[in-house]
């Protein structure tokens, strides 16, 4: 089954880190580009982050620039984001996907809550 599995969320205060993780399984993931995406409470799923197939190449939305870093392990199929001096802003369920994102790989998230 083609599936992408979020994990790594959780509860940090401001200023705090974490790292997702995001792991493919039955899909050529190491041809893809992957990103990572999010949705707060209340708004649209946004883009944050994707990442080459080679994995040299990065992008960022503006507003997690210089905060959070995508990257990848092939030989693993996992995809990260580092994030950084996390705001509360930044609380939202994080999604993994192809970029372009594909409907059928949307998963459940792992949801990230920044507050003190």
């Known amino acids: 089954q083609v599936q992408l599995v979020e994990s790594g969320g959780g509860l940090v205060q401001p200023g705090g880190s974490l790292r997702l993780s995001c792991t493919a399984s039955q899909f050529s993931f190491s041809l893809l580009f992957m990103g990572w995406y999010r949705q707060a409470p209340g708004k649209t799923r946004e883009w944050v982050a994707k990442?080459?197939?080679?994995?040299?190449?990065?992008y960022y939305a503006d507003s997690v620039k210089g905060r959070f870093t995508i990257s990848r392990d092939n030989a693993k199929n996992t995809v990260y984001l580092q994030m950084n001096s996390l705001k509360s802003e930044d609380t939202a369920v994080y999604y993994c996907?192809?970029?372009?994102?594909?409907?059928?790989?949307w998963g459940q998230g792992t949801q990230v809550t920044v507050s003190s």
């Open positions: 996907n192809t970029n372009p994102p594909r409907n059928d790989l």
């Open positions: 990442i080459t197939s080679s994995g040299i190449t990065t």
